[in-house]
């Protein structure tokens, strides 16, 4: 490396101990376009002398290259990684770095400044405890300032360093830092930041990056790696509550039952009552285990297995929380949502959410609102696009532990998954639970699915007909009722036209409008089903999301999904109704096939070619195949 460590030569062990008990702070770089925040960051790698001699090199040459200083060091270059990013002089990935100096390690992410990255801001930021905002002493405080900073604190970043950066191009003047810094404070307190912390920086030049500049006489703060090394952390999460969400039952034989995970927040030690969440059950900690041995406390940010004086139940995803200072419970929330996905945001479609250890299935409402994070006006929305960010009811499909997020951004925070992609489509933040929540119980009967089964002779099945308009479906399910109705069975047929002239009618045909129609019948069919009846569900429902999400809502040992397969041209021809014809006219919008996509299942119990069988053969196949499923008799 381009300096000496002379500790490292003499005693390498006691500098690895030390290394290793150094404090970690995780801070980003954000700004706008040009503000300079890879050139900040590769000029303290480079004070620091954490920069290696084939680096150094490297970065000679780049710089010669495809460098944006003349003659002088791009330090940019040593982390813009991405050909995109060196061609263009801009921050598009989230580029991630890794330093220490005597006093502290640093995690550091420059973070892209376009407001089409936010996404990737918000991955940078997401377990940030500080944040770096740069500002050209050129321009001031911009829009894209202010964007940040509000993602800032609404990611719960406590602590900001404002660096108004290029002050050599404004010839170091006094006037101009104060200016900007008092403009940026005072919008600071607006959207709840309050440890804000001005310092004037040339990252080009060095000035007041790891020594106080002789330019800036008129400045008496500390340098930027000074405040870096010395701001107080740690103690915030520490001070909170004990949070341990459980990753593992850790059971390696008959006498040993542990649970392990990250503490969150808080400490724990052997003694402390705790309470496992969601379940309520209460007990005492008797040893907190570690590879290491035994430990007499742990704390924030440590890994340990913890086990338990009483034996109660306790699976992955639960947490173990401080008796005296519990998290709440609840499955509806008010959240802030900033969406992740390129294909916007459908309401009450159904997406996988991970909130701590624990994987839950998630529904979204329509938008309460969504914000511009430009000027911080609240707008109406119906759906969120890429990049947006709104304000949403959301509940899950079962209680789950958890805190605000402005409380605990571990227990408060969680993401949303594609269920068919398995891709990151959000990230939110818990603001509150929702009232109703609370006051909504699931009442118990004394006539189960049992009783009503044993009544009406035979089992409860939810038979869905899925397919293109004119592919048959309300044919081939009007002769299955026909036939097991003849059998003495007890039938309901949901029909799409049908269902659309009281349930639905309130409904069109957008992929949100689609997506709430299959929500409503889903639950309508389950309904009927806990009845004890055989429902016949005959819907186009184009998309596997929402087909997959009533298969879990009704059970799959009762979910038959029967695909009426007909190709598009077939269907076409017959267009019973003269739908498609309106829709190759332009006439009729977000029609399936033509310019609205149908997603054909990939494994249904049951698939009918139309070109090849007729209503009664396919109806007998349907009917067979309930009698081997043992159904009906």
Not at 288 to 300: H, K, P, Q
Not at 410 to 431: E, H, P, Q
Not at 488 to 502: A, F, K, S, Y
Not at 524 to 535: C, E, K, N, T
């Amino acid at each position: 490396m381009t300096g000496s460590n002379d500790l490292i030569a003499d005693d390498i062990e006691q500098y690895l101990e030390r290394h290793a008990n150094k404090s970690m702070l995780r801070f980003i770089t954000c700004g706008s376009v040009d503000d300079g925040k890879s050139t900040l960051i590769g000029r303290l790698l480079y004070e620091s002398k954490l920069v290696f001699e084939d680096q150094l090199t490297a970065l000679e040459a780049d710089s010669r290259k495809v460098g944006t200083q003349g003659e002088g060091l791009d330090f940019a270059l040593l982390v813009d990684g991405l050909a995109a990013e060196r061609e263009q002089g801009i921050t598009i990935d989230v580029a991630y770095r890794y330093f220490s100096t005597e006093h502290r390690k640093f995690v550091v992410a420059d973070t892209p400044g376009h407001e089409q990255y936010t996404r990737n801001m918000v991955t940078g930021a997401s377990t940030a405890d500080l944040a770096v905002i740069l500002v050209d002493a050129r321009k001031g405080v911009l829009t894209q300032t202010r964007r940040h900073s509000y993602l800032v604190s609404l990611l719960g970043i406590r602590h900001v360093v404002l660096a108004v950066n290029k002050l050599d191009l404004v010839g170091y003047a006094q006037e101009v830092f104060e200016r900007i810094a008092a403009e940026y404070t005072a919008f600071a307190k607006e959207i709840g930041l309050g440890d804000v912390v001005p310092i004037p920086i040339s990252a080009y030049a060095g000035d007041n990056l790891t020594e106080n500049s002789g330019e800036t006489p008129w400045y008496r703060g500390p340098t930027l790696m000074k405040h870096l090394e010395t701001v107080e952390i740690d103690e915030d999460v520490v001070a909170r509550p004990f949070r341990l969400p459980v990753q593992w039952v850790n059971r390696p034989d008959l006498d040993f039952r542990g649970f392990s995970g990250q503490i969150v927040s808080g400490a724990v030690r052997p003694g402390d009552r705790v309470r496992a969440l969601p379940s309520g059950s209460e007990s005492s900690v008797a040893r907190i285990v570690t590879m290491d041995g035994d430990l007499t406390e742990a704390t924030a940010g440590q890994s340990v297995t913890v086990t338990l004086t009483d034996e109660i139940d306790i699976s992955r995803g639960d947490v173990l929380a401080a008796a005296d200072a519990l998290p709440g419970v609840a499955d509806q929330f008010e959240v802030r949502l900033v969406w992740m996905g390129e294909d916007e945001m459908l309401p009450e479609r159904p997406y996988l959410c991970q909130i701590g250890t624990m994987t839950v299935q998630a529904r979204i409402t329509k938008p309460k609102h969504k914000v511009n994070v430009n000027t911080l006006e609240k707008t109406a929305t119906d759906t969120l696009a890429l990049n947006e960010i709104g304000v949403c009811d959301i509940s899950f499909d079962r209680q789950v532990p958890y805190d605000a997020y402005t409380a605990n951004r571990d227990t408060g925070g969680f993401i949303l998954i594609d269920r068919l992609t398995n891709s990151t489509v959000g990230a939110g933040m818990i603001a509150h639970r929702l009232r109703r929540s609370d006051n909504l119980h699931w009442q118990v009967v004394d006539v189960d699915e049992r009783a009503r089964q044993k009544l009406m002779g035979h089992r409860p099945q939810v038979l869905w007909l899925t397919g293109l308009s004119g592919s048959g479906k309300s044919t081939l399910a009007n002769e299955v009722e026909r036939r097991l109705h003849a059998l003495g069975t007890h039938t309901c047929l949901l029909d799409g036209d049908n269902v659309r002239h009281g349930l639905n009618r309130d409904l069109g045909f957008t992929d949100a409008d689609r997506v709430e129609n299959i929500r409503r019948v889903t639950e309508v069919a389950r309904l009927m089903a806990d009845a004890g009846l055989i429902v016949i569900a005959s819907f186009i429902s184009p998309f596997r999301a929402e087909r997959d999400a009533a298969r879990e809502l009704v059970g799959p040992e009762r979910f038959c999904e029967i695909h009426v397969d007909t190709p598009l041209a077939v269907a076409e021809e017959r267009d019973p109704k003269g739908l498609y014809g309106k829709a190759r006219r332009g006439e009729l919008a977000h029609f399936t096939g033509i310019d609205s996509p149908y997603e054909a299942p990939r494994s249904p119990e049951v698939r009918i070619d139309t070109t090849a069988e007729s209503p009664e053969q396919a109806a007998d196949r349907i009917v067979a195949f309930l009698r081997s499923r043992g159904a009906i008799a």
